[in-house]
């Protein structure tokens, strides 16, 4: 990002943090390609488009934490740098969290285990592994 630019969205951090509604759709707008690009990547390690929307929601909800908390006075990182890392954390708890509720539901629940075939049973209990371990891996 060019000193002008970083300059410009450190300005905005600063005016959406003291309540500026227009500056912070301003950066909403600007990062919004992260947000879509984060959401996007945490529901495909999910297995689950559909719920795309609800961690597009949460990167939202994140952002909006990461303007009001960012210290404008350091010069050690950008807020770029620090938006990223507060949706990164606040996704992965959010999968964490996916992940314990369909964890607590009983494997027939899932619609795993009523196949009649005991292969088509036991693939689908190795999918949910696998989904379990690529969770868990972000």
Excluded at 99 to 110: D, G
Excluded at 121 to 132: C, F, G, N, P, W
């Amino acid at each position: 990002m060019e000193h002008h630019e970083q300059k410009n969205h450190i300005l905005l951090v600063a005016a959406a943090a003291n309540g500026d509604q227009s500056a912070y759709e301003a950066l909403l707008k600007a990062y919004a390609p992260l947000l879509d690009s984060m959401s996007a990547a945490f529901a495909e390690a999910l297995c689950d488009t559909d719920c795309r929307d609800d961690l597009r929601q949460e990167a939202c909800i994140a952002f909006c934490r990461a303007v009001e908390t960012f210290d404008c006075s350091q010069k050690e990182v950008q807020f770029g740098l620090y938006a990223k890392a507060c949706i990164r954390n606040r996704l992965i708890s959010c999968v964490r969290s996916m992940r314990k509720q369909e964890i607590s539901l009983p494997l027939e629940e899932l619609g795993i285990c009523n196949a009649k075939d005991p292969l088509v049973s036991l693939v689908e209990k190795e999918d949910y592994r696998e989904l379990s371990r690529r969770i868990e891996s972000i």
